[in-house]
């Protein structure tokens, strides 16, 4: 994989940590945890292979411990750093052509894991008492009744948080000539590009101290009169080179004749080769102020 780099010289913004793009040091602890539940998980199968009556080995190793492994794996995985990728693309809008940057679309694979879980308990629940209604019926009958409460619960949050995945081509950063619509798939945040007084550069960390943390490009909209208006834009937020990303606001703000290349082969070119005259980084750029 080899650590983050930006496939251009564009320099990295002075206040944006590299081990933010990931460190190997934090897939250590999600990787070693995956690798104490796994064979955990594996037990609970082949028990439940060799024991087709063991309730408790596919509850242990499917239903339980089964997505905990699985969680633990991914986290370590999005922790590798990674080479930037460079996309971008041109798409036709009720503007105009715009320049388009692609960003992750919003995944359901949580609330289809909640619902996957809550199926599974009751599964299981129910395969216990089929399995007691020739001996003691009433203990299979309390065991279901029992964990039908959670399996419902987890049901009820998937249902309730499940969206359809939105198409590539309701997503993504759409840059024209006269403004920027920012969509993650919840809807877009749009801001003209004469109403942007700066472009911002900082790195924070989330709640989860144990990952790494987050870069974060900014802009600032408004003024001292009108009241400031500020647009995070992290770098997990976007599909393509955030470095990149950065430079390009830096370089249409203070080049606003410029800006009608948007949306064209030309802007198109410049993204892709990092065309924005590299210069000493700051963590805070302010608009030109010469006409």
Same mark, same amino acid.
């Given at each position: 994989m080899g650590r983050y780099r930006s496939t251009s010289s564009l320099p990295l913004p002075a206040d944006w940590e590299r081990k933010a793009f990931g460190a190997y040091r934090y897939t250590v602890l999600p990787f070693a945890m995956a690798m104490v539940v796994w064979p955990l998980v594996l037990g609970g199968i082949w028990t439940a292979v060799r024991d087709p009556e063991s309730v408790w080995g596919v509850l242990l190793g499917l239903v339980l411990l089964g997505p905990f492994a699985a969680t633990l794996t991914l986290w370590g995985w999005s922790e590798l750093p990674r080479t930037a990728p460079v996309a971008a693309d041109i798409r036709a809008t009720g503007a105009g052509s715009a320049l388009v940057l692609p960003v992750p679309r919003p995944s359901s694979i949580g609330s289809l894991v909640a619902i996957a879980f809550g199926v599974a308990l009751l599964g299981a629940g129910l395969w216990q008492l089929i399995a007691s209604l020739n001996d003691d019926w009433s203990s299979g009958a309390a065991f279901f009744f029992l964990i039908s409460l959670p399996a419902l619960f987890a049901i009820l949050i998937g249902l309730g948080t499940y969206h359809p995945r939105k198409t590539l081509g309701n997503v993504g950063i759409v840059l024209t000539a006269q403004? +920027?619509? +920012?969509?993650? *798939?919840?809807?877009?945040?749009?801001? !003209?590009?004469?109403? +942007?007084? !700066?472009? *911002? !550069?900082r790195s924070r960390r989330e709640k989860n101290k144990v990952g790494s943390g987050t870069n974060v490009i900014t802009l600032v909209a408004g003024d001292a009169d009108t009241g400031y208006r500020t647009i995070d834009i992290g770098h997990k937020d976007l599909e393509t080179d955030p470095t990149r990303v950065y430079h390009l606001f830096v370089f249409y703000v203070r080049n606003p004749g410029l800006r009608s290349e948007l949306g064209t082969e030309l802007g198109l070119d410049r993204f892709r080769r990092g065309g924005y005259v590299p210069e000493q980084p700051t963590a805070f750029v302010d608009r030109d102020p010469r006409p």
């Open positions: 403004d +920027i619509s +920012i969509d993650y *798939g919840k809807g877009p945040t749009n801001v !003209a590009w004469q109403d +942007i007084s !700066a472009v *911002g !550069a």
